[in-house]
């Protein structure tokens, strides 16, 4: 297992339940997320792997519980303040980019959050742009990108941040196998250089024996496995986690 579950959690989760109306969605009774890892979500769609990404960036409280993250918990009670917020940063499965620049989209979170046009600023957007291989495209339009180069353009903007954390609901979905192939290189590089945590949410389960140090299996809302890479895939403990590593459950 990753040296890093040596460390205390950046989030644990402590009874921690999401309920739509009647309907119950998401169930964990104890999960801790460890400083510089990168730990997999994976499970069958409807399973509560999004609703999970969304109280671990404050989105949402959960209806019961707490998220803890570092010392402060977050319940149905008690908010997540500003400055703990821009801690974590999420990449969605589709971008959502202005119809500007690519320039303009990467520093579009520095602006919001009042940094202005300084050399420091076109530095860190340059060298974002640069981690994600967009550096000969600052200025070309993004309803113009591909599909692949949109969705880096939305990874460069969420690194430029320099969050904590980041949360990544399937980033290579629907993407050829070129740039799948470049966004986990960027995820392994921002998580072995940086020491950024990561959370992704994939289906692809081969993705999350690549990419990650440990995987969380989640089924109809309930947290049934969470282990290293290695057991996961070789000796799942629960008959459920076999069933789904082989790819014989049926949804």
């Known amino acids: 297992m990753n040296n890093a579950t040596l460390s205390d959690p950046v989030y644990t989760l402590e009874g921690v339940t999401k309920t739509y109306g009647t309907r119950n969605v998401l169930e964990v009774d104890s999960l801790s997320i460890y400083p510089g890892e990168i730990l997999a979500l994976v499970g069958p769609s409807g399973a509560g792997k999004s609703t999970l990404l969304r109280l671990l960036n404050f989105l949402e409280p959960p209806s019961q519980g707490r998220v803890r993250f570092h010392t402060y918990d977050f ?34 979170g520095l602006e919001l959050r009042g940094a ?15 981690e994600v291989g967009l550096e000969h495209l600052p200025h070309q ?46 995820i392994q590089h921002r998580n072995r250089h940086a020491g950024t945590t990561l959370v992704l949410v994939t289906h692809n389960v081969f993705q999350a024996k690549r990419l990650a140090q440990r995987v969380a ?22 008959p459920r986690t076999a069933v789904f590593v082989r790819g014989e459950m049926v949804y």
């Open 217 to 238: 299996f989640l089924l109809d809302g309930r947290l049934i496995e969470v282990s290293d890479v290695d057991a996961f895939f070789n000796q799942p403990t629960d």
């Open 141 to 186: 339009k993004a309803g113009t990108l591909s599909g692949g180069e949109a969705q880096r353009v939305a990874l460069a903007r969420a690194l430029v941040m320099q969050p904590e954390v980041l949360l990544l609901d399937e980033p290579t979905a629907n993407l050829d196998p070129y740039n799948v192939g470049l966004i986990e290189k960027i």
């Open 75 to 108: 319940t149905p009670a008690n908010d997540a303040p500003l400055d703990l917020r821009r801690r974590v940063t999420m990449v969605f499965q589709h971008p959502m980019l202005l119809n500007r620049s690519v320039d303009a989209n990467v520093r579009f």
């Open 116 to 130: 202005r046009s300084t050399r420091d600023t076109k530095e860190r957007v340059a060298a974002a742009l640069a």
